[in-house]
């Protein structure tokens, strides 16, 4: 079959992917900028991409007309500009369009359980794109979730920062509203199960795991698995706001997404009884064992993908092509070169910075940059990188995003997703003589950008220093 999938940059399509072309599929990509999608890492002739923006009507006639099936995995509550409710229906609403001019049979949406009359805005929003959805043309096929579990999940991640940081919490009374956890693994099996199967066609189904748990259990699980001890107890004066406050400051999510959070897990998520599981014969997997594979991937180094990786940077919106070239003029520069000592060593040094391994040099004054991120809004320093030794245009990366990235070149460029009153480029490379440049280009807004470089000069000669040097020698 020919199929589109759409939100390829995304969490869950990038683990449906591989699935799908090793069942044989033909797939065809979505995605909004191409620079962010590495189609060398699947090796499949079977895989084409096209650049679409379900946001601008004149990009949707790229969508081939011969597909099969559609999934719909687009989401935007992790943005901070705009109606995320109203940005999700106008996508929809072209998404249609362009579908019922196609030969497809039928479009899988992945949803958000419904079964309280009281929704948050995330989840009216996921129920408004239903009903956008919905055609006489073509067949839908709606699966909803709650709580998804995995490596490199918001969901995962945020019960990950909370137990290994807090031994003892203090949390609000969302902590007892109930949920349905449900692996990654069955949401992929669920998603490629259904596909053509005309049992589904024009129906919704509740997809989760075996267990129905509080969130404050679910803590507790994980906690038990990770052997740690845990003390949680609940207030009931603790607001929305200071709640958000509480996971934005705790977690590496940022207050956007922490405030839509907060708003969805005060309603009850609990799956409606369906047949679905024996239809597919998929055996749920329970939160504990889901827990468990989720740490599998991440010590053996092979997490597919991360919420990490969505675009954060209003300026990144446009695209990363926009940010390869970096500017010259109006710009503040630093730049260090140094004689490698070992070629491969000092890429392997430059393709693993971040996260775990840190920036080579003063690394506490990186923590305290990124910790005066958050306190201003700011991505922070707590994101991580999503593998500890791959890494590709579109990654996160702590502070940075990678815009640029090429082995064979000795290349990697990295744009600042910091709070910064001016942009930010970070780059590493080596040429033919073995000689490595390190490259911090800034270009300021106003006079406050041009006081913020002044001020950075004296920390820039400590860091960028240090930093060479350990990734040359």
Request: charged fraction near 25%.
């Amino acid at each position: 079959m020919k199929i589109l999938l759409t939100g390829a940059t995304g969490y869950i399509a990038k683990r449906l992917l591989p699935v799908l072309l090793a069942n044989g599929h033909e797939v065809v990509c979505c995605v909004r900028d191409t620079n962010r999608f590495d189609v060398t890492r699947f090796h499949s002739e079977r895989l084409s991409v096209v650049e679409v923006d379900f946001l601008n009507t004149d990009e949707l006639a790229r969508i081939p007309a011969d597909i099969d099936v559609a999934f719909y995995l687009i989401h935007s509550m992790a943005t901070k500009y705009g109606s995320f409710e109203e940005m999700e229906a106008i996508s929809a609403g072209n998404f249609k369009k362009r579908l019922e001019q196609t030969r497809v049979r039928q479009v899988i949406y992945l949803s958000g359980i419904v079964n309280t009359a009281e929704l948050s805005k995330h989840l009216s929003s996921r129920k408004n794109v239903e009903d956008i959805l919905a055609s006489r043309v073509y067949a839908l096929t709606t699966l909803k979730a709650g709580i998804i579990v995995g490596s490199g999940s918001a969901s995962f991640e945020i019960i990950r920062d909370l137990v290994e940081k807090l031994p003892v919490m203090i949390a609000p009374r969302w902590l007892g509203t109930k949920c349905q956890p449900i692996a990654i693994r069955n949401v992929v099996e669920f998603l490629s199960g259904v596909m053509m199967k005309q049992e589904t066609f024009n129906k919704s189904f509740d997809i989760g795991g075996p267990d129905i748990l509080t969130y404050k259990e679910m803590l507790l699980r994980f906690a038990h698995i990770r052997g740690l001890r845990r003390w949680i107890g609940i207030v009931p004066v603790m607001t929305p706001r200071l709640s958000c406050y509480w996971l934005y400051f705790v977690t590496s999510i940022s207050y956007s997404l922490a405030s839509h959070l907060v708003n969805s897990m005060k309603v009850e998520v609990v799956c409606n009884e369906n047949t679905l599981e024996k239809m597919l014969g998929i055996t749920p997997i329970s939160y504990n064992r889901s827990i468990e594979l989720a740490f599998d991937k991440i010590e053996q180094h092979q997490v597919l993908s991360s919420w990490k990786d969505a675009l954060t940077s209003h300026n990144l919106e446009i695209g990363l092509s926009h940010f390869i070239e970096v500017p010259v003029f109006g710009c503040y520069k630093d730049v260090r070169k140094r004689k490698v000592r070992d070629t491969g060593e000092s890429m392997e040094k430059i393709w693993s910075i971040g996260g775990e391994n840190g920036w080579y040099y003063a690394d506490l004054l990186w923590n305290i940059r990124g910790f005066m991120d958050r306190l201003v809004g700011g991505v922070g320093i707590r994101r991580g990188r999503t593998s500890q030794g791959e890494i590709a245009a579109g990654d996160a990366l702590d502070l940075w995003r990678v815009v640029y990235a090429d082995k064979k070149e000795k290349r990697l460029l990295l744009f600042a997703e910091m709070k910064l009153p001016g942009e930010a480029w970070l780059e590493f490379k080596i040429d033919k003589d073995n000689i490595l440049q390190q490259t911090a280009t800034f270009r300021p807004m106003g006079i406050w950008g041009r006081l913020y470089w002044i001020a950075m000069l004296p920390f820039h000669g400590v860091l960028f220093t240090g930093m060479i040097r350990n990734i040359a020698d």
